[in-house]
């Protein structure tokens, strides 16, 4: 099992920027595939990054490419999400999640590892 705990949510202004960490517990790490997802009031969660274990390939929403970065650093047992260029659409509870195994995924239910998720609030 791994346990995640995410940091680094706040209040930005249109534009701004944030980076979000989320730490892990456990030494298997790099044998997860990690993941972004979002949740806006009245809305479903929705998939907004993913990072394969080594880090080599990332995967994005559509509605954040370009804006939106994902990485990790496997030696800190961490994956980040650098948010560039914040719109007021962006504000949700933004959540890390994790799956076992070498195959990424956009659904929420292939990930069975969730943290308890930081609030990103965008003021126009």
């Known amino acids: 099992q791994v346990q995640l705990v995410e940091s680094g949510g706040g209040l930005v202004q249109a534009g701004g920027s944030l980076r979000l960490s989320c730490a892990a517990s456990g030494r298997t790490f790099n044998s997860y595939v990690m993941g972004w997802f979002r949740q806006a009031p009245g809305k479903e969660r929705e998939f907004a990054a993913a990072?394969?274990?080594?880090?080599?390939?990332?995967y994005y929403a559509d509605s954040v490419k370009g804006r939106f970065t994902i990485s990790r650093d496997n030696a800190k047992s961490t994956v980040y999400l650098r948010m560039n260029s914040l719109k007021p659409e962006d504000t949700a509870v933004y959540y890390c999640a994790a799956r076992y195994g070498a195959s990424w995924s956009e659904r929420n239910d292939d990930y069975p590892y969730w943290g308890q998720g930081t609030q990103v609030t965008v003021s126009s």
């Open positions: 990072i394969t274990r080594s880090g080599a390939s990332t």
